[in-house]
């Protein structure tokens, strides 16, 4: 049973859920959903834009393409020496050992993956045809209680057609977003873009700052109306919670809440951290939170439901580098076809290596190997089948602790120059009196007189900093907790990780990451136990659920922003009402979900 309907009101969710929009946007995925709902639509974070004068092909077929794509010598060497340690751990044969004559016994790990799953992970993508349909034949949208993750299903059977029209009227569709913008044919006269990119709006010198902002406004927008069902007229009835990652600045949250509220015209919005979302979408009030994504992960700790901003730590890999480690690994063992697979310039290719990580990769000791389809999407071609065996299937997601095998800085994080926002969001909001919730008894604040006691000796650092370092996901995370100095939470978080993201859901994953976590913690350290806490809630989308149960539960009113408010005056120092970041939450709902 979901962990939220345990916690709130059928009524509370029926009532408050239905009118409200959870948005979670992530660097490769934005997850969108009503908090009524039992799971967000997960849709890839990306628009194909037509290009004028289309009688040429475009300058780039995506938009921030081959930046810094070229790993180098040193580079190379160092991914080298990192499969040889991962080889050496997983007691498989290193690099330049010859294992093709067979030499000694091979042996077949495990492979736990559904038959069913494999199918679908397998199933061909189609090219997406790019030309507008008519009414009659436009495809019905999906119910907004759909539960999958995945969006545009109906395109993706195999074999599928997309021959151009033979009309004269047959016109290009303007722009294309999620799954379908990614399986544009490269001959097609269309851009992709990324607003986001390594946790930062891709705002760059061929990608500018209004351009990311509307291509963030126009896949919103479209998933509202062709998902969710939600048209303008309506939104004035709708609130939004947004769920942002801990890697966002403040100017990049005030780009957000104004797409949200002058744009796409809600009526109100708040914002809301992804780590401390995480945190209460799994039922938790202290916790040490690992967040997985596509192209970023982040780690920060939650003490009694509050972020410790010092805590934070940013790593610049994720899932996609593991899928294109996974290609890596392949093609120097030979065993990928003679087949041009490029995951940068090509994003059909990026969705195939996704998908074949999520069936394949898994962390076991000793060799695993399987049998799977790879497909080929070659430029004007139909897409081709290719069987092949698939080895070393355990070594990729080892890249997570040995980041130097996953090359993460052929896809560098976005300039930072945009950024020279000095306004503090974040200033005198923390000790603000909130109002006292009437309907809510005294019995449901058990020791507490008033919820708001524990802020009053809690310092603020003027000027945060967000760590961004190059070290692997055990040193990330002992260091993280460390950093808290005092021995009896270093031992609770230690004792409270929680791990979220897609890549959550790798099997074996979550031993290896408490083996070398312990490891990890330096030998003077009174600590000896170390454990990853079952997730209540798919670990995809546990923040989106987090962000539902906070938005549900009202507990804060006065930070909600208001569209009238918003445009009027914004955010400004000594200004009326501020911004209240999520790093200084109020403990009513911790206190909510513990009665």
Not at 108 to 122: A, H, Y
Not at 397 to 409: A, C, E, I, R
Not at 515 to 525: D, F, Q
Not at 562 to 590: C, F, T, V
Request: proline share 6%; hydrophobic share 35%; aromatic share 8%.
């Amino acid at each position: 049973m979901d962990f939220s309907k345990s916690v709130i009101p059928a009524h509370l969710l029926g009532d408050r859920g239905s009118n409200l929009v959870v948005i979670n946007p992530g660097s490769a995925n934005v997850r969108i959903g009503l908090a009524q709902q039992d799971a967000p639509f997960s849709i890839p974070h990306c628009i194909a834009r037509h290009t004028t004068g289309a009688n040429q092909s475009p300058k780039r077929n995506v938009q921030d393409q081959n930046l810094n794509s070229q790993v180098t010598t040193a580079q190379h060497v160092e991914r080298e020496k990192a499969y040889d340690i991962i080889a050496s751990l997983l007691k498989i044969p290193f690099l330049d050992e010859e294992v093709v004559n067979n030499s000694y016994p091979r042996k077949m790990g495990r492979v736990d993956v559904l038959s069913q799953q494999n199918s679908k992970k397998e199933s061909m993508l189609a090219w997406t045809d790019v030309f507008q349909k008519s009414s009659s034949s436009s495809l019905a949208s999906e119910s907004p209680s759909h539960k999958h993750e995945t969006s545009e299903s109906p395109d993706l059977q195999e074999g599928g057609s997309t021959e151009k029209p033979q009309t004269s009227e047959s016109k290009y569709r303007e722009y294309i977003c999620g799954e379908e913008a990614m399986r544009i044919s490269p001959t097609e006269p269309y851009c992709l873009r990324r607003p986001i990119r390594r946790g930062h709006l891709n705002i760059s010198q061929h990608y500018s700052t209004q351009q990311v902002l509307e291509d963030l406004q126009a896949i919103w927008d479209w998933i509202l109306v062709e998902k969710l069902h939600i048209p303008h007229s309506e939104r004035n009835m709708y609130s939004a919670l947004i769920v942002v990652p801990e890697t966002f600045d403040n100017r990049e949250i005030k780009e957000i809440l104004s797409i949200v509220l002058r744009d796409l015209r809600f009526s109100s919005a708040v914002v809301h951290q992804e780590g401390l979302a995480a945190v209460f979408g799994n039922g938790l009030s202290t916790a040490c939170v690992v967040n997985i994504g596509a192209q970023v992960t982040s780690v920060i700790c939650v003490e009694d439901g509050v972020a410790l901003p010092h805590t934070q730590i940013t790593l610049r890999f994720g899932g996609e580098d593991v899928s294109r480690c996974l290609l890596w690994t392949q093609r120097h063992h030979q065993t990928w076809p003679p087949i041009r697979t490029d995951a940068l310039a090509k994003p059909i290719d990026l969705l195939m290596l996704n998908r074949l990580k999520e069936s394949y990769c898994q962390i076991y000791e000793g060799e695993v190997e399987a049998v799977g389809v790879v497909h080929s999407y070659e430029d004007g071609l139909p897409p081709g089948s290719h069987k092949t065996r698939l080895t070393a299937l355990n070594v990729a997601p080892m890249g997570l602790f040995y980041p130097t095998l996953l090359v993460p800085d052929v896809y560098p994080p976005p300039p930072r120059s945009w950024f020279k926002d000095y306004e503090d969001m974040l200033e005198d909001t923390w000790h603000i009196d909130f109002p006292r919730r009437t309907d809510i008894s005294d019995g449901l604040y058990p020791g507490i007189s008033n919820p708001l006691q524990m802020w009053d000796n809690y310092s603020y650092p003027s000027n945060q900093q967000k760590k961004e370092d190059n070290i692997g996901l055990a040193e990330a995370i002992t260091k993280s907790i460390l950093s808290t100095g005092r021995i009896d939470l270093q031992r609770k978080l230690f004792c409270s990780m929680q791990l979220i993201g897609g890549v959550a859901l790798t099997t074996g994953l979550i031993s290896a990451m408490e083996e070398r976590v312990l490891h990890a913690i330096p030998s003077n350290e009174a600590i000896d136990t170390v454990e990853v806490l079952q997730s209540r809630t798919n670990p995809s989308f546990v923040a989106w659920r987090g962000g539902a149960i906070l938005g549900v539960i009202d507990y804060g009113r006065d930070a909600w922003i208001h569209r009238e408010d918003w445009i009027q005056n914004g955010i400004h120092i000594a200004g009326g009402r501020k911004y209240k970041d999520s790093y200084y939450l109020q403990a009513q709902p911790m206190c909510y979900i513990n009665s």
